[in-house]
């Protein structure tokens, strides 16, 4: 069955250390999308990409890097500048552009926890 | 730019009723969709009901509705026969050419039996 992964579902990070978060589909979709969820709050979109070896900054990209150097894989990196990384954080995909009834499928999330 | 606003907080029913989720939004594509989805607390993302903008009719899955009011710009989801399974957050959200989805902030739906 084709998906999205996301991977660890948990993560502990020491302060001042970089953390990378996994993200893998099979589902051949050309975009991918980083949100972060803080407690009781909405989606921010962090970084996307609709086609390899391209990505453009979202709304809160400061403090985090992407790479998208495979079609199936879109790893975020949790950077020591992120002041506050402590939060839940979900990978998306979808075609790359709006196709009528197609939205997102998203990951299972990564609980991200600055110790 | 597109927005969408979700007024609602939160929200209480009691089990076996329906409840109403707000969401309006705002865009100046003509083409684009609306979105919700379901967030239990085990935080994956469950897609639950999609309308599109040309759509006619009012979409329906299950005990999900969508009212869905073009002229006012609002996408409210309907869900009926409340069962204590529905607590969670619920998101609305539109997306539109190549724009990424852009969410609400959510409406916690607390179910009483």
């Known amino acids: 069955d084709g998906g999205i992964t996301q991977s660890p579902k948990y993560l502990f990070r020491k302060e001042g250390q970089n953390v990378t978060l996994s993200c893998e589909q099979n589902?051949?979709?050309?975009?991918m999308y980083w949100y972060r969820q803080d407690p009781g709050q909405g989606l921010r979109l962090i970084y996307y990409?609709?086609?390899?070896?391209?990505?453009q900054k979202g709304d809160i990209a400061e403090g985090y890097s992407v790479s998208r150097e495979k079609k199936e894989s879109f790893p975020l990196t949790v950077t020591s500048a992120q002041k506050n990384p402590t939060a839940f954080y979900l990978c998306?995909?979808?075609?790359?552009?709006?196709?009528?009834?197609?939205?997102?499928?998203f990951g299972s999330g990564t609980r991200l926890t600055v110790v | 730019a597109q927005k969408i606003t979700q007024t609602q907080p939160g929200m209480f029913v009691q089990e076996k009723e329906a409840v109403t989720l707000d969401c309006t939004y705002d865009?100046?594509?003509?083409?684009?969709?609306l979105f919700w989805y379901k967030q239990p607390s085990s935080g994956e993302m469950i897609f639950l009901i999609y309308?599109?903008?040309?759509?006619?009719q009012n979409a329906t899955e299950g005990r999900y509705s969508l009212n869905f009011q073009k002229a006012r710009k609002s996408a409210n989801l309907v869900i009926s026969a409340s069962q204590l399974g529905d607590s969670a957050m619920y998101f609305c959200?539109?997306?539109?050419?190549?724009?990424?989805?852009?969410f609400g902030k959510g409406t916690r739906l607390s179910v009483i039996a």
């Open positions: 865009t100046s594509d003509p083409s684009y969709g």
């Open positions: 589902l051949n979709h050309d975009a």
């Open positions: 998306a995909s979808s075609y790359g552009e709006f196709r009528e009834g197609y939205g997102y499928t």
């Open positions: 959200a539109m997306r539109s050419g190549n724009t990424p989805l852009v």
């Open positions: 309308q599109g903008s040309y759509d006619q």
């Open positions: 990409s609709q086609i390899v070896n391209d990505f």
